[in-house]
């Protein structure tokens, strides 16, 4: 069975920073993709990033220029560093990752952007 526990989140300002870090419970398995997808209440889980193992990366138009993932590939932990954070970046947000064609979904972590 594989874990991902993720954290770094929290209340934040407008304009403000945060990074999430998410690492898997086994170090030994080459997962293929880690990255970050949000929910915001009432609406459908959405993606924000994506970081494949060939180094290539994925953002949503609405993140692009603003968040930036990336990851400790040896580690299996992905990170993502949000800058210039809005009120509609609230969500909670959750690291999936997949290795062996499975995918394994962490609890969430709560990120709200509020004065």
């Known amino acids: 069975q594989v874990q991902l526990v993720e954290s770094g989140g929290g209340l934040v300002q407008p304009g403000g920073s945060l990074k999430l870090s998410c690492a898997a419970s086994?170090?030994?398995?080459?997962?293929?993709?880690m990255g970050w997808y949000r929910q915001a209440p009432g609406k459908q889980r959405e993606l924000v990033a994506t970081?494949?193992?060939?180094?290539?990366?994925t953002y949503a138009d609405s993140v692009k220029g603003r968040f930036t993932i990336s990851r400790a590939g040896a580690k299996n932990t992905v990170y993502l560093q949000m800058d210039s954070l809005k009120p509609e970046d609230t969500a909670v947000y959750y690291c999936?990752?997949?290795?062996?064609?499975?995918?394994?979904w962490g609890q969430g972590t709560q990120v709200t952007v509020s004065s």
């Open positions: 086994r170090s030994d398995l080459p997962f293929y993709t």
């Open positions: 999936r990752g997949v290795v062996s064609g499975i995918q394994y």
């Open positions: 970081a494949f193992n060939d180094m290539q990366r």
